[in-house]
């Protein structure tokens, strides 16, 4: 059992209904039936959404996201519509609020894996299989896979695991069609996101996107290419062989698991606040990422 430490209690905002509360971000529909979307500072690590937060990760991620949807929007048309803030709205919302087309969801995480690690390293362990997919022998953790690889997730409420899928299993629940759709295009994402990040000195060891469809056209949604779904390593200091410096919650990971926290993530108690200077190393790394990324400065 996990989930929230403390539930948030959504802003009330009038002309808007407030449908969902996730890990990041809080879901409203407005008076059109469009969607909006807000993205707040909490933060999530071993299926726990913690009880401290990370100032401006929220719009780290919003703005990392815009960027990214225009860098991919010759491949994949995106859900957003403006980042106008709604009449009567905190003023908080500013810059972490992207108005967004509803679409008819695909309850799949669609994964892209250039490089060995996190769950498919612990399936390539165990069979040397990651979804499905055999790979050869002979790679460690960090290792960069032959060709990057399609490796789905069934999506989980909060508090539980996604649960990784063969493609086939993918094509049964949502058709051949469709699945082929996210396969090709979850990989033509990666591949261009891939050859930006390296260009800047970072490598986009794998990420994961979600898609639905307006209409009859697939829609890449949510958020893309941020720290919070995917791994990004400094290139220069890569070296296959055991985990890689990240630009992630790799402090906050680190420190949980540590002796100063105290905390036993088997156990059911919900994990302590993050020390000060947790937060600001956090922070730090998110824009860090950003400005490396974007060329932009924070």
């Known amino acids: 059992m996990s989930g929230f430490v403390h539930k ?11 449908l969902h509360t996730g890990k990041v971000r809080e879901l409203y529909q407005n008076e059109a039936g469009e969607l909006v979307m807000v993205a707040s500072d909490r933060m999530s690590a071993y299926d726990w959404v913690l009880p401290t937060e990370i100032p401006d990760k929220g719009r780290v991620l919003t703005r990392l996201s815009l960027w990214w949807f225009d860098q991919i929007a010759d491949l994949v048309p995106h859900h957003v519509l403006s980042t106008e803030l709604p009449e009567g709205a905190p003023a908080d919302w500013e810059g972490r609020t992207t ?17 060995l690690a996190g769950s498919g390293l612990l399936e390539y362990n165990a069979d040397r299989t990651v979804c499905g997919v055999t790979l050869p022998e002979g790679l460690v953790d960090g290792s960069e896979l032959p060709a990057p690889i399609f490796t789905p997730a069934t999506k989980a409420e909060v508090g539980e695991h996604d649960e ?4 086939e299993e993918v094509a049964r629940r949502v058709g051949a069609e469709t ?19 390296r260009e800047r000195g970072i490598l986009l060891a794998d990420t994961k996107f979600e898609f ?3 209409g009859d056209v697939l829609t890449i949604a949510d958020e ?13 200091l890569w070296e296959p ?18 002796a100063e926290s105290g905390w036993d993530r088997r156990s059911e108690q919900p994990p302590p606040p993050l020390p ?9 790394k998110y824009i860090e990422a950003y400005e490396r990324l974007t060329g932009l400065s924070w």
């Open 224 to 236: 893309v290419l941020t720290p919070d779904s995917s791994r990004f390593w400094p290139a220069d």
């Open 241 to 258: 062989g055991h985990a890689q410096p990240s630009y992630d919650k790799q402090f906050v990971r680190d420190w949980l698991t540590s």
């Open 212 to 214: 639905g469809f307006d």
């Open 164 to 167: 990784n899928v063969s493609y």
């Open 8 to 18: 948030p209690e959504p802003a009330q905002v009038p002309g808007l209904v407030h």
């Open 276 to 284: 000060e200077q947790v937060v600001e190393q956090t922070r730090a």
């Open 99 to 115: 108005i967004c087309k509803p679409l008819d969801m695909i309850p799949v995480e669609c994964v892209a894996r250039g490089y």
């Open 179 to 197: 699945a082929a759709q996210l396969r090709q295009s979850t990989l033509a994402v990666y591949g261009r996101a891939r050859d930006i990040a």
